[in-house]
Each structure stands twice: as C-alpha cells, then as structure tokens.
C-alpha cells in the first residue's frame, strides 16, 4: 500500500484572462495534515474546486491512494474517496443534524433507490446501520446532543463540527477542510485543533485551507504557500515561515 494518498501534478486553471493556477503540484501522505495558504485570491479555493471536479483543469494529473483519479462529479469524487466540507457552510438546513449525517453515508451503501422505494429488508437494516454510524459520528465531532436538531438551529462553530461528520461518514481517504476556523472563536478555534488532531490520530488524512495562521503553522505537517496561482513555497511550517518569499508574499510589496 503506498503511504502517499494525493499526488497532484503541474495542475493549471484559468479563468479568461486570469491565470488562478498555475503548474502548482503537492504531494500528500496518509495521516498528515497539509496546509494550503496564500492571499486572498491566491487560487486555494479553485485548487479546491478542481481537486473535487467542480473545475475542469486545463492541465494536471492526479493520483489518489497510488491510483490514477480523474475528478469528474462530485458524487464520484465522494466515492472515489475525498470528502470536503465548503467555506460557507452548506448543509441542509431544515433537516436534523443526524440527517445531514446519514446524507454522506449513503455515498457508500447499495440498496438503490428501487430498495428505498420498495423498502426491502435490506434497505431498514441499512438505513438503521447508517443512523448508528452517523450517531457515532456526531458524538464523534462533539455534537451527539443535537442530533435531533435541525441544522439551522445549530451555533456556527457546531455546524461546521456537522459538516466535518458529514464528510467523515462518506469514509473519505483524505478530507479536504474549506477554512473550517473562519468565523469561530477563540475557544472553538482550539476545540476545532483538538478534533483535528484527534481524526488525524485515527489514521485520516487532512488537507486544509485556513487563514489563520496561528492554527495552520500549529497543525499542519506541511506546509503549501500560494500567491497569484503559483505555487510560491512548500515545506514544514518552519520552513515555510522562514522562506523569504513568502515572507514578501503576506507581509511586503504586493500589498495584498
Ligand atoms: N468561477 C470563476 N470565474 C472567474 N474567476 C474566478 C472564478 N473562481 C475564482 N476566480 C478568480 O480566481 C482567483 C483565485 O480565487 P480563489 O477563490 O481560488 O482564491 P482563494 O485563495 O481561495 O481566495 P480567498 O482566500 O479569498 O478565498 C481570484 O482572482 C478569483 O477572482
């Protein structure tokens, strides 16, 4: 088995006369938590979006679990093994939090919907099998109290624990957080570390969008820096930090 889960090659997007990506390659191994930062505007976003088959790459080839992976719709990049949760929020509002769980686990079971019309034997025992896991992943994520709770109804930070166990309940190999911090406050900014860590230390892999740095350079094993599309710096976050471009970058002339 290779320990190398996401291999993403010279991978180019452009938008008109935008270049948003430009030749940016990152390699990720399993149980590490990867970092994508940059301005705004530096193109982690669309990296995003083309890793989950929203974007069509004009170039770049990727490899998931050692496996050639072509991102086409998101339903099959679910199966194929990403999950994602989104910078703002999306989940389904009206229903309860146990339901947006058991949304994500359908991704991997098999009755079909002929079962679902039919109710076969086969489709309750799923779906009672399905609502057992998405209760174990809400006490998980910290949130099991409101599982009957809908959605909208939960405080902001919780609905983004919600959104991280939809994404665990599709059984991703590497999970792609869209700045899961934004919004929250110091106290869930380091209760939302501890579940990071924890999902890591069960053997997940992370990649991770965040604008704070403070939790990114605390968090992340590796480290990638984006400016303008291009892929300006990779390493730890001590590398990283210390990389005089990326030092211009967030702090010198561009002014961005
Ligand atoms: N669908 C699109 N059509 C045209 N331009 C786009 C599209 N999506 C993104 N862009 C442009 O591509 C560039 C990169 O945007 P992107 O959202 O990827 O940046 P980002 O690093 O995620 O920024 P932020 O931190 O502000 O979210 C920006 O200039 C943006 O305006």
């Not at 911090?181 to 110091?186: R, T, Y």
Request: hydrophobic share 40%; proline share 3%; glycine share 10%.
């Amino acid at each position: 088995m290779t320990d190398t889960i996401l291999k993403v090659a010279s991978v180019s997007k452009r938008f008109g006369g935008l270049q948003a990506l430009s030749d940016v390659g990152i390699e990720i191994r399993r149980g590490q938590v990867y970092g994508l930062i940059g301005p705004n505007g530096a193109g982690k976003t669309t990296f995003f979006n083309v890793l989950t088959g929203l974007y069509t790459p004009d170039s770049g080839s990727f490899e998931l679990a050692g496996q050639a992976y072509t991102p086409t719709a998101v339903h099959e990049v679910a199966k194929a093994g990403i999950a994602r949760t989104f910078q703002n929020i999306r989940l389904f509002a009206e229903m309860t939090a146990l339901e947006n769980v058991m949304v994500g686990r359908h991704v991997r079971t098999g009755s079909g919907l002929l079962g679902a019309i039919l109710r076969t034997p086969k489709f309750k025992r799923e779906e009672r099998e399905i609502a057992d896991r998405a209760k174990e992943l809400l006490d998980y994520v910290g949130i099991g109290k409101f599982a009957d709770y809908k959605s909208r109804t939960l405080s902001y930070g919780d609905q983004r624990r919600l959104e991280i166990a939809r994404a665990l309940a599709t059984d991703p190999q590497l999970i792609a957080l869209d700045e899961p911090a934004a919004g929250m406050n110091a106290t869930e900014k380091i209760q939302l570390r501890e579940l990071i860590d924890r999902i890591r230390n069960d053997n997940r892999t992370i990649l991770l969008i965040e604008h704070d740095v403070k939790l990114v350079m605390g968090l992340c094993d590796r480290v990638t820096v984006l400016d303008y599309g291009k892929q300006l710096s990779t390493g730890t976050p001590a590398e990283v930090q210390k990389d005089p471009k990326v030092i211009e970058a967030y702090l010198g002339t561009g002014g961005h």
